[in-house]
């Protein structure tokens, strides 16, 4: 998959039925890989929309695949497409796996990646703490809603980032935990 970087653009590739755009602020501190996996156009559509306009307003250079299922997420990184991913946003109530189930997937391979559930109903609040999702946010979003979670996810990966040692590979840049 191809990734370009520009300033203060939108970009979007397709592969398949992913698609991603890159944003890149001038005082760029880092850069933030971001998923997002809903099956509501609309919803993907507001969300894509938040993130761009945080990463504008931040200077912060971000990296977001969007995927409409489960199911297409799981093949992209089975498939090794999407390495060392910053966050995770992702629906509940969707065809097919929920997010939860997909969550509990995520979980067993990556531990440490934060997941954001993004959802319209609050039943699913309790078993979100059981994949230690670190936000719950209902929808409509709103601003204010991404832009907490985004400051609260970025000061963590900041303390994260220091005790990692990047690695280019032919798929993408890795992250490897020294500490």
Do not use: W
Not at 89 to 107: S, W
Request: net charge negative; hydrophobic share 40%; charged share 30%.
């Amino acid at each position: 998959m191809l990734i370009y970087d520009i300033i203060m653009e939108e970009v979007i590739i397709n592969r398949a039925n992913i698609s991603c755009m890159s944003i890149t602020g001038e005082d760029t501190i880092m850069n933030m890989r971001i998923v997002v996996c809903d099956d509501d156009q609309a919803s993907l559509e507001q969300i894509k929309d938040l993130l761009l306009a945080y990463s504008r307003e931040k200077e912060r250079r971000m990296e977001i695949y969007t995927c409409s299922s489960a199911e297409e997420l799981m093949e992209e990184l089975a498939g090794g497409e999407l390495l060392d991913i910053d966050l995770l946003l992702l629906d509940i109530v969707m065809e097919g796996k929920n997010g939860i189930e997909l969550a509990e997937t995520i979980r067993s391979r990556n531990k440490d990646v934060p997941i954001v559930f993004v959802t319209s109903s609050t039943e699913f609040a309790l078993k979100a703490y059981h994949v230690r999702a670190v936000r719950y946010l209902l929808k409509p979003l709103t601003e204010e809603s991404i832009y907490e979670m985004l400051d609260f996810v970025t000061a963590h990966l900041l303390t994260r980032k220091d005790k990692l040692f990047e690695v280019n590979t032919k798929k993408g840049c890795v992250n490897i935990n020294y500490s």
